[in-house]
């Protein structure tokens, strides 16, 4: 079945430091991807998505590239905030299969003056 | 639109008690999803409805578990009986039809089982 990997958290950044969290996928067909972010008490919120290969999704500063060739969807951000404390969910979304999101496991991403 | 909305915002109840969580979906929307959210499993699909219609419910971790979607602007998720290991966050999100359209959160509710 479908699946995301993404890398293991807690990241922890200095301020204005370049970000980058890793995020694989498993999936038949052609799925869309997603970055969702978490913030302290809320729920998910979308960051950005990309529908087919090489489309770069992109957001708030952060960008991330669907690479067909690796089945990856890393998200990246050139300098981080503290405002950019929080937890991000890659997913995927597999209308082959199913309607529904699969989601990783979520990395936490701490950020510091 | 007020985006998808859930209650309660927190809820906190004895094992063995019966829990509701209701959630209202953005109007418009097609799908509506059930998700629960805990330190140890993270975020975990229960349960999702396409037109009112329960698809795939692989994800209800017990018969104690059951959702409902009465009509387009409700739905609620049940605990019968709540036990202390279904302590989680318990999200609902809905979304559009189509291929390349996201999904859109609630707020959540916090269960507490004590």
């Known amino acids: 079945g479908d699946s995301v990997t993404q890398m293991e958290g807690p990241v922890t950044l200095s301020e204005e430091a370049f970000l980058t969290i890793n995020c694989t996928y498993t999936?038949?067909?052609?799925?869309?991807l997603f970055w969702y972010v978490q913030y302290p008490g809320e729920g998910l919120q979308l960051l950005l998505k990309?529908?087919?290969?090489?489309d770069k999704g992109s957001n708030k500063g952060f960008e991330a590239t669907y690479r067909k060739e690796t089945t990856s969807f890393h998200l990246e951000k050139g300098s981080v905030q503290v405002s950019d404390s929080a937890v991000y969910f890659c997913?995927?979304?597999?209308?082959?299969?199913?309607?529904?999101?699969?989601f990783g496991t979520g990395t936490r991403l701490q950020v510091t003056l | 639109d007020a985006g998808v909305i859930q209650s309660p915002r927190h809820e906190v109840t004895e094992m063995g008690q019966e829990v509701t969580l209701r959630c209202k979906p953005i109007?418009?929307?097609?799908?509506l999803f059930w998700y629960r959210q805990t330190m140890m499993r993270g975020l975990e699909l229960l349960i999702y409805?396409?037109?009112?219609?329960?698809?795939?419910d692989s994800g209800m971790p017990e018969d104690r578990f059951s959702a409902k979607m009465p009509n387009a602007s409700f739905s609620t998720l049940k605990i019968q009986p709540s036990e202390p290991r279904d302590s989680a966050v318990y999200f609902c999100?809905?979304?559009?039809?189509?291929?390349?359209?996201?999904?859109?959160f609630g707020q959540g509710t916090r269960l507490t089982v004590v």
């Open positions: 109007s418009g929307h097609d799908y």
């Open positions: 999936a038949t067909g052609y799925p869309s």
């Open positions: 409805f396409n037109n009112n219609v329960p698809i795939d």
């Open positions: 999100a809905s979304r559009m039809g189509g291929r390349n359209t996201e999904a859109f």
């Open positions: 997913a995927l979304m597999n209308i082959g299969t199913a309607s529904k999101l699969t």
């Open positions: 990309a529908t087919k290969a090489d």
